[in-house]
């Protein structure tokens, strides 16, 4: 009753001994079990143990700067690997032919479909699985993407990883980070894997501490 822009509380329970923050049992006390919010002009349903920028009001200049690097025009197939609710992907669905986001994580997954409804997208789909397994699977069938967005968690890209970008082999990719330290490890790694870096772009999304998010194009040689 003090607090109504509170909408919604859930209680999750972890009783793991591991680095995870959230466990698998959620109980919702009160409310929907998720939230909402604007961004991009699109609106976004965000469950519990799913991603979401902490700063809408920067997310919205850093994914513009990203779009902007993509340089979309329409004819595109666009590849969102660690898509989390669908929030880059369906950005870029505003400006590209097709779309595929890929998310290990069900619960994200399951957030972005919905998203995707709720904002009468039909030019773009997700995928629940491992986002390098998929881009191998794609690339043994022949398959082609023009643009490959990334945008992993603190810890960056395996080398695995950033070879099954490499076999799938996109003209442009523009990587996001939140760690300029990884993501200085994964350029050196792709700058010698016949791509090039054009554009760095920091931008500041955690105000008052030393952390900072990274755009970065990289295009094919």
């Known amino acids: 009753?003090?607090?109504?822009?509170?909408?919604?509380?859930?209680?999750?329970?972890?009783?793991?001994?591991?680095?995870?923050?959230?466990?698998?049992?959620?109980?919702?006390?009160?409310?929907?079990?998720?939230i909402e919010d604007v961004l991009c002009g699109l609106t976004f349903r965000i469950s519990s143990r799913s991603f979401y920028q902490i700063n809408?009001?920067?997310?919205?200049?850093?994914?513009?700067?990203?779009?902007?690097?993509?340089g979309l025009t329409g004819r595109e197939r666009v590849i969102d690997v660690y898509c989390g609710i669908g929030t880059i992907g369906m950005v870029a669905a505003k400006s590209a032919k097709e779309v595929i986001g890929v998310e290990l994580n069900p619960d994200a997954v399951r957030d972005a479909v919905k998203n995707a409804k709720r904002n009468q997208m039909k030019n773009i789909r997700f995928y629940q699985?491992?986002?390098?397994?998929?881009?191998?699977?794609?690339?043994?069938?022949?398959?082609?993407?023009?643009?490959?967005f990334m945008d992993p968690p603190r810890s960056g890209s395996s080398e695995k990883f950033l070879n099954s970008v490499i076999k799938l082999s996109p003209k442009k990719i523009v990587y996001i980070s939140c760690n300029p330290e990884t993501l200085a490890r994964d350029l050196n790694f792709l700058t010698r894997k016949n791509y090039i870096v054009k554009e760095i772009q920091p931008v500041e999304m955690f105000c008052f501490t030393d952390h900072t998010e990274v755009v970065t194009w990289l295009e094919q040689k």
Do not use: C, W
């Open 1 to 34: 009753k003090l607090h109504p822009e509170i909408t919604t509380v859930v209680l999750n329970v972890n009783d793991k001994r591991t680095s995870m923050v959230l466990g698998d049992r959620e109980t919702t006390i009160y409310g929907k079990g998720y």
């Open 56 to 70: 809408p009001v920067q997310t919205e200049k850093l994914y513009e700067k990203a779009m902007e690097l993509a």
């Open 129 to 148: 699985d491992d986002a390098g397994r998929f881009m191998e699977k794609m690339a043994a069938k022949g398959e082609k993407a023009d643009v490959v």
